[in-house]
């Protein structure tokens, strides 16, 4: 990885090299490489001698501060701190600027992913130009390419003006970028043959599954009702948690300057293991309470979650740019952290994708 391993306390993603960062008045810096004259965090590994006659001015911490770059962050990055620049230190100062990184507990490296991802796109001729009649076995010589990207063509349909293609993928595809690599290959395919074809700018993009928008909030709503306690006044305590957000439509799609992606997401996150148990009513509240800033701090919208014992429920329309499982991880670690209460999550979590249509309605499954 290329980044510096910096985190973000709320989304646990890597922290930007231009911009501040600041979650519940923190900021959590990581280790980085060397800081240039424009202040931000250089990845090169030239020795500081060579930095220096690239015109970088070398902060004396330089390869052990960084991450993200606030305003107040310039002072110290411009020149070398003077024994009286420390004695003017606050402590609280002193102690951030020390402070080493976050690490996730939750990784892509030893945390199982349950999924169930399928991906459509929507390619649209330009202007005047229109698919010729061989476009179809044009765009199948991509299959190849395709599953070595991780996707697995289900379905192709062919107009005039217009190419849809559904596919399976792995959970670690962001949405933008299966959209980049559907239209690039395409693109590269059709020019190779002979035939090139304009495409527009714009795409579409649909995330699909087996069940459609209503079932997954009806699934979600109805899981306090069938659950089997022995206690019904804990049954009205978790009813409390079960909610569903009026004013985010999993129907609307999410605009980007090169399309429109539909993106909606089924995540369930599970106990490590069945008799660990979430019991604590100020538990559920801090749960209910961190949902949407996580989901918020990601650019995802939480639509409907239900917080049980030992499981949460959550559905949301996802964040286009980020893969089902960085989405995922992002509850995990944040929850795992904000709670304090130790690793309780299992390592797994399933993930899966859904639309107001589903499969079966396209002749899949």
């Not at 060579?50 to 501060?65: E, F, I, T, Y």
Request: glycine share 8%; with cysteine; aromatic share 10%.
């Amino acid at each position: 990885r290329n980044w510096t391993g910096a985190y973000d306390r709320t989304s646990y993603q890597p922290l930007s090299q231009h911009s501040s960062h600041t979650t519940l008045g923190r900021r959590w810096r990581g280790w980085c490489g060397n800081l240039g004259e424009d202040n931000i965090c250089s990845h090169d590994t030239r020795s500081r001698k060579a930095q220096r006659k690239r015109g970088g001015r070398l902060h004396p911490r330089a390869c052990s501060v960084g991450g993200s770059v606030s305003k107040e962050d310039v002072y110290f990055m411009r020149k070398y701190l003077s024994p009286e620049e420390i004695k003017k230190m606050s402590l609280s100062e002193m102690l951030e600027f020390q402070r080493p990184a976050l690490e996730p507990e939750y990784t892509l490296s030893n945390t199982k992913i349950t999924n169930s991802l399928f991906y459509s796109w929507h390619g649209f001729a330009s202007g005047d130009s229109t698919f010729s009649e061989n476009a179809e076995n044009i765009a199948r010589s991509c299959v190849p390419e395709w599953k070595n990207d991780g996707f697995d063509l289900l379905k192709f349909n062919l107009k005039p003006k217009l190419i849809q293609i559904l596919c399976g993928v792995v959970p670690t595809t962001p949405p933008v970028e299966f959209a980049r690599k559907m239209k690039g290959r395409l693109d590269h395919a059709f020019r190779k043959s002979g035939n090139p074809t304009r495409f527009s700018r714009a795409v579409g993009f649909r995330s699909l599954g087996g069940n459609t928008s209503k079932i997954v909030s009806r699934y979600i709503a109805g899981q306090v009702a069938k659950e089997d306690l022995v206690d019904e006044r804990f049954r009205l305590v978790l009813s409390e948690f079960t909610r569903s957000a009026d004013d985010v439509k999993l129907s609307d799609a999410m605009n980007t300057n090169r399309g429109r992606y539909w993106f909606n997401l089924h995540i369930v996150l599970v106990a490590g293991e069945r008799n660990i148990r979430i019991s604590k009513d100020e538990t559920f509240e801090k749960i209910t309470t961190l949902l949407p800033r996580i989901a918020a701090k990601n650019g995802c919208e939480l639509s409907d979650h239900s917080i049980m014992p030992d499981h949460i429920h959550i559905a949301l329309k996802g964040n286009p740019k980020m893969s089902p499982v960085d989405i995922g991880l992002s509850f995990l670690n944040n929850l795992w952290y904000m709670l304090n209460l130790g690793a309780v999550w299992k390592r797994e979590f399933y993930v899966g994708t859904f639309s107001e249509y589903s499969l079966r309605e396209i002749g899949i499954r």
